[in-house]
């Protein structure tokens, strides 16, 4: 099977921009996910298998369940070592831009990461990515970030190179970015790639567990919370929201993390097409997170762009509101209104 991602002309960029760099950063979006982090801890690997000592650093914090992979305990921080980051991508060679289309969508590391003098590469599968960089590889259709890490690597003939430590963040981030491939993963090549990842050795249902069966009592107790008290269903439109507030995560003990996968629990409803989750930030006044599932052709995406000052993908999309909850509240409302048409 073909997976060939690069051009001919990108394949030799990429390769020179990495023959030539000495000082390499891979780094991801603010509150990284599975690809994510998956995608930076994959991608630094195959820089080792290459000769190169890459540091991985991140915006900010990212969830419990992933700190179980290996390498994380190489990540810095940017938003803990501010100064040491900044020092780093001054005198960077290389960086190396994972799972983000906009500058922006690194907060405040943004200045850090234009500045740079460095050469810049772009992995993507977000539309519109404006990230300036030497070479772009971005593709709407992947399942995920990690998968483009994986067919560019392979396309660079490096696959055999890899052992467990590319092999299970790279699957990680392929599985929790289709929300363990249920969704946007119908294509042949995604389960091409899983079968030459199993080659690795890697114990793919110990990786499902890990993050799946990996939170506290507390979040237990927060999801049955959120459904039996706060789900809001409105049958006539085949669509569900819900609220978090930052009172309610005090109360079951938030940490990073303990919404993942939320958004997905309301889509068990016979005939529902749309789910949505508003939670409060909990340390920023007046920010209101949402995440955004749906099934078939009803365009998150769209929605985000449209009400919730985001993006993302068909089925899986995020934003957030600069508001209060009750605000935020009424913006879901007007949108599932203004996409009446599509849901029914």
Same mark, same amino acid.
């Given at each position: 099977?073909?997976?060939?991602?690069?051009?001919?002309?990108?394949?030799?960029?990429? @390769?020179?921009?990495?023959?030539?760099?000495?000082?390499?950063?891979?780094?991801? *979006? &603010?509150?990284?996910?599975?690809? !994510?982090?998956?995608?930076?801890?994959?991608?630094?690997?195959?820089?080792? @298998?290459?000769?190169?000592?890459?540091?991985?650093?991140?915006?900010?914090?990212?969830?419990?369940?992933?700190?179980?992979?290996?390498?994380?305990?190489?990540?810095?921080?940017?938003?803990?070592?501010?100064?040491?980051?900044?020092?780093?991508?001054?005198?960077?060679?290389?960086?190396?831009?994972?799972? +983000?289309?906009?500058? @922006?969508?690194?907060?405040?590391?943004? /200045?850090?990461?234009?500045? /740079?003098?460095?050469?810049?590469?772009?992995?993507?599968?977000?539309? #519109?990515?404006?990230?300036?960089?030497?070479?772009?590889?971005?593709?709407?259709?992947?399942?995920?970030?990690?998968?483009?890490?994986?067919?560019?690597?392979?396309?660079? #003939?490096?696959?055999?190179?890899?052992?467990?430590? +590319?092999?299970?963040?790279?699957?990680?981030?392929?599985? /929790?970015?289709?929300?363990?491939? /249920?969704?946007?993963?119908?294509?042949?090549?995604?389960?091409?790639?899983?079968?030459? $990842?199993?080659?690795?050795?890697?114990?793919?249902?110990?990786?499902? &567990?890990?993050?799946? *069966?990996?939170?506290?009592? @507390?979040?237990?107790?927060?999801?049955?919370?959120?459904?039996?008290?706060?789900?809001?269903?409105?049958?006539?439109?085949? !669509?569900?929201?819900?609220?978090?507030?930052?009172?309610?995560?005090?109360?079951?003990?938030?940490?990073? =993390?303990?919404?993942?996968?939320?958004?997905?629990?309301?889509?068990?409803?016979? #005939?529902?097409?749309?789910?949505?989750?508003?939670?409060?930030?909990?340390?920023?006044?007046?920010?209101?997170?949402?995440?955004?599932?749906?099934?078939?052709? +009803?365009?998150?995406?769209?929605?985000?762009?449209?009400?919730?000052?985001? =993006? =993302?993908? $068909?089925?899986?999309?995020?934003?957030?509101?600069?508001?209060?909850?009750?605000?935020?509240?009424?913006?879901?409302?007007?949108?599932?209104?203004?996409?009446?048409?599509?849901? =029914?």
């Amino acid at each position: 099977m073909n997976i060939d991602i690069m051009t001919p002309d990108q394949l030799a960029q990429m @390769s020179q921009l990495i023959s030539n760099s000495q000082t390499i950063i891979v780094t991801c *979006h &603010r509150s990284p996910d599975g690809d !994510a982090i998956g995608s930076a801890l994959g991608f630094a690997e195959f820089l080792r @298998s290459v000769g190169k000592e890459p540091t991985v650093i991140v915006p900010d914090q990212y969830p419990d369940f992933l700190h179980w992979m290996p390498n994380t305990e190489k990540i810095i921080r940017y938003d803990k070592h501010r100064e040491k980051c900044d020092m780093l991508f001054q005198i960077a060679d290389l960086v190396v831009c994972l799972d +983000f289309n906009t500058p @922006s969508r690194v907060d405040e590391m943004a /200045t850090a990461l234009l500045a /740079t003098k460095g050469k810049r590469i772009l992995i993507d599968h977000h539309i #519109g990515p404006d990230v300036p960089a030497e070479v772009t590889i971005s593709n709407t259709e992947a399942c995920s970030t990690c998968e483009l890490v994986f067919r560019i690597v392979w396309q660079m #003939g490096m696959f055999e190179r890899q052992n467990k430590h +590319f092999a299970i963040p790279v699957y990680c981030g392929m599985m /929790t970015d289709t929300g363990g491939f /249920t969704f946007n993963s119908t294509r042949p090549e995604i389960y091409f790639i899983i079968g030459e $990842l199993l080659t690795k050795h890697i114990d793919k249902d110990k990786i499902y &567990r890990n993050v799946y *069966h990996n939170y506290t009592e @507390s979040r237990i107790r927060l999801m049955g919370y959120v459904m039996y008290e706060k789900l809001v269903y409105i049958p006539e439109r085949h !669509a569900a929201y819900y609220t978090i507030n930052r009172e309610e995560q005090r109360r079951f003990n938030f940490i990073k =993390g303990d919404a993942e996968g939320l958004v997905n629990i309301p889509q068990q409803i016979r #005939g529902l097409k749309l789910s949505i989750s508003l939670r409060e930030d909990t340390e920023k006044n007046n920010i209101v997170w949402v995440s955004l599932r749906s099934v078939d052709d +009803f365009p998150c995406n769209l929605m985000a762009q449209q009400f919730f000052n985001g =993006g =993302g993908h $068909l089925n899986a999309s995020g934003g957030r509101i600069e508001g209060t909850i009750d605000e935020a509240v009424k913006v879901v409302k007007q949108a599932i209104e203004a996409f009446a048409d599509k849901l =029914g």
